[in-house]
């Protein structure tokens, strides 16, 4: 699994970003600043960093310069709200491999960060990831949920929200929460959507009385698996 460094201050967005990124198939470890980013480089083994410009402590570029110095060869990105055009040469004169500016949707940052890393040769092998779900098998890599030897291709956008729901089964998960996690936002079109994959969900796991997506009333859903 590929490791990411996210160095992102702003709790909400970062938390975001990690859970994003992680049901992606990432492996992410997040520092709250350049400080305890920096720290956590020199311990571990990473593929590619994200770095937000504005931190406490030690900003992105001072913290790209340090990185550099200890391991030239590991690619980053840098995150920021700004908009000048200095920051942005700033940025990518320090080798910077791309530079995002806030506010982004999630999807680019992973696409960007996947086209990066097939770029540098750093992509890991993907290797079958099939959940038992009840009497479904669950493959996430390819897309396809299966219930006796009958393959019910998937959308990405359904492998994501059935990655989700399985993530925190038999727990209640708010709506808001999961529309940020999975949708990127909780807004009034991003919650229609969201309304429409959870039906088809119904469907498919129709096939076994041991599942069922429960709704809560104003609060969110469960995602019950009767393990007995």
Not at 100 to 126: C, S, Y
Not at 135 to 163: C, M, P, S, W
Not at 208 to 215: G, K, L, N, R, Y
Request: net charge neutral; glycine share 6%; charged share 30%.
């Amino acid at each position: 699994m590929t490791h990411v460094l996210l160095a992102e201050d702003d709790f909400d967005f970062g938390s975001i970003l990690k859970q994003y990124l992680e049901i992606h198939q990432f492996q992410v470890t997040w520092a709250k600043d350049g400080k305890e980013a920096l720290g956590l480089f020199t311990t571990a083994d990473f593929d590619i960093c994200v770095f937000d410009v504005m931190m406490p402590k030690m900003d992105g570029f001072t913290l790209a310069e340090k990185v550099i110095e200890i391991n030239p060869e590991v690619p980053f990105v840098f995150l920021t709200a700004k908009k000048m055009k200095e920051d942005r040469v700033t940025g990518l004169k320090l080798g910077a491999d791309d530079y995002i500016v806030k506010p982004f949707e999630a999807d680019i940052l992973v696409l960007r960060l996947k086209n990066i890393l097939k770029r540098t040769g750093r992509v890991q092998p993907r290797k079958s990831e099939v959940h038992r779900i009840g009497n479904y098998d669950f493959d996430a890599i390819n897309h396809q949920l299966v219930f006796d030897g009958t393959a019910q291709r998937l959308t990405e956008k359904e492998t994501l929200l059935i990655q989700y729901l399985y993530q925190h089964k038999n727990t209640m998960i708010k709506r808001e929460d999961l529309l940020k996690d999975v949708w990127g936002n909780d807004d009034f079109f991003s919650g229609r959507s969201m309304d429409v994959f959870i039906s088809r969900l119904r469907k498919y796991f129709k096939q076994d009385p041991s599942i069922a997506i429960e709704s809560i009333r104003g609060v969110g859903l469960t995602f019950k698996i009767n393990l007995t």
